[in-house]
Structure formats: C-alpha cells, structure tokens
DNA sequence: ATCTGTGCAAACCTTTTGCACGTCA
DNA sequence: TGACGTGCAAAAGGTTTGCACAGAT
C-alpha cells in the first residue's frame, strides 16, 4: 500500500519532469511519449526495447517501433532511463531513480535478474575511481550465477 | 623483463592449453587458430572483434571476417577469452586469467580503459550471492568517469 | 503556419550461417 | 580418406534513418 502510495508518486513526479526537458529542448509533449512513458514506468522488469514494444503494442497497436526505439533514446538522454546490456545482444532500459541506485545478479541458467545494493561496496568504487584520477560518474555492476532455484532443478 | 618472462610462459601454457582443449573436443588445430591466437594473446587493449581483425588481416590478409568470429567465441568457450560489452554495441574480448580477475574503469569522454582489481569488493560480492541464495560464477564491475587527462583537457 | 514527431520501409551494422572447397588427423 | 575448418557471400537480428504525412505549439 506505501509502497503502491510513493510509487505512484515518483511516476507523477516522473511525468512532470519529462515534460520540462522536452520543453527545455524545445521537443513536443506527444500522445505517444506520454503512451510510453507509462508504460516504461508501469513495468517492473528489466524489458529491452523489444519486449517493451510488444507490451504497448498490446493497448496501443498503432505505435511503431522506431517510435519506441526514439523515446527510449531519449528517455536515457534526460535521466529517465538507464541503457542496459547483459550479453544477450539486446538493449534493455530501466528507470533511472538518481539516488537509489542498484546493481544485478543475473541467472546464468533461468535469465531472471535480481537486484540489489550495497553501500560499502559503492564507496569502494569511489575509492578506486579516485586512486585512478577519475571522476566517477556512473557504474554498473553484475553478478552472474546459478540462482537457488535453478540450483534446486539441477539436483531433481 | 620478469613481466615479458611471465607474459611468454602465459602464452606458451595458454597455447598448450588450447590445443588440450580442441583435442578434448574432436576439433583440430589449425594454422588460423593459431594465428588468431598469437596476435589476440599478443595485443594489450580491449580490442574489439573488428579491431582484432584488421589487426590480424595487417600479417595474414586471407584470414576471413568469419574465421575470427568463429574462433573467438571458441576461445571464450574455452576459457581463454572472456567476452565483454561496453555498450557500444561492439563485442569485446580479452585474455580471461581465471584467478587473477581484474575490473573496468572507463572515461566517458576518450573512452579509454583501465583495469583494477580490489579483493574487498570482491569479498563483499560473494556475500551478496550467499545472502540472494546464488552460486556465482562471474561478475562484471565497470566504474564510468573522466579520466584525470580528459578532466585536465576540460579545464583548458 | 511552422517545426517537430510519427509510421513505414529501407538502410545499417554487427554477428551468424550455408555452402563448396581446403586442410588436418 | 573423411571429418572438421575456412572463405565468401548471403542471411539474420537489432537498431537507425529518410521521407512524406500528422500533430503540437
């Protein structure tokens, strides 16, 4: 219920802020965007570009897929979203909440992905980022393996 | 001159290594796997699967686009070479020396990469696949940020 | 009215595959 | 000799782009 509550917070908020960089950029608020937008938003899992179309598609069938290859592009180029890639040659995104951020443990045998995060392991990077001169500006961090209930199948 | 040493006794167990492997499997050592094998061990930089073939086409201009896909992905099923991505859409591949695991850091701006390894995050990684119930196999940690030349170009 | 956005299809780019010929065991 | 490997070109899969029309400001 809270969380349902400041979920459907952040999605307004989400929505206003979207709205100030198009017109910052002088772009246009659309039906579409709008459209995706709520989609994206609405989704918990880490779809990629394709599997995000075919879930608007299912409401919205005139949409097309250049239009969401666009959006989510442009999505990514506000801060909204986060452009991801795990190896199976598709691009996936996800919303990009600045603060609270998280990193992923992927099964090698099912695909699911879990997150998590770990402070100390974040401040371990900035750590190593500033012992080599660099200015962190993002990180990303995957852990691969066997997840407790693939493990569990392989014994049966 | 201890590091050329070390790095000519890798390559020569790592080419021992690799004909164990082919035999294993029922597949043959060939004069292109051997090539492609020398230049990949021989290069320093993450190139990626397009680099390494012109790389290689500069010695052996008949070795075809195919052949080095081919053997590469051998090599990472081998256990030689691990596959990387650094979101440019190109498939990277670099020496995978099992123990001795090191991680990314990568400047946005000239797009340059250095490895580091930190036995810290590493422990604290393995903690975190325990307490989600996963067996890890693998990880991937890649930090993003201007590296201290490109901050210094800035600044000019 | 103007300038941006959209949908469609074609183009693109990286990677994979089919096939006839070459090569290793 | 016979299987596997190679080179070429074509196919495939994901993503981008050009263009004419539609829609937002």
């Not at 772009?27 to 918990?44: D, H, P």
């Not at 180029?77 to 951020?101: K, L, M, S, V, W």
């Amino acid at each position: 219920m809270v969380e349902n509550q400041s979920q459907l917070e952040v999605a307004v908020e989400t929505r206003e802020y979207f709205k100030q960089c198009l017109t910052q950029r002088g772009l246009k608020s659309t039906q579409q965007r709008a459209i995706i937008l709520e989609t994206f938003l609405g989704v918990k899992e880490h779809l990629s570009t394709e599997e995000l179309y075919l879930q608007i598609r299912e409401d919205h069938p005139k949409i097309g897929y250049a239009t969401v290859y666009r959006t989510l592009k442009l999505f990514a180029e506000c801060g909204i979203a986060e452009e991801r890639n795990f190896g199976d040659g598709q691009t996936r995104y996800e919303p990009a909440h600045a603060e609270d951020h998280h990193d992923h443990l992927i099964c090698t045998t099912c695909g699911s992905i879990v997150e998590f995060e770990d402070s100390e392991i974040e401040r371990l990077q900035g750590v190593i980022a500033d012992h080599h001169g660099f200015k962190m500006e993002s990180h990303r961090l995957d852990l691969y393996g066997i997840c407790s209930t693939c493990q569990k199948k392989k014994k049966t």
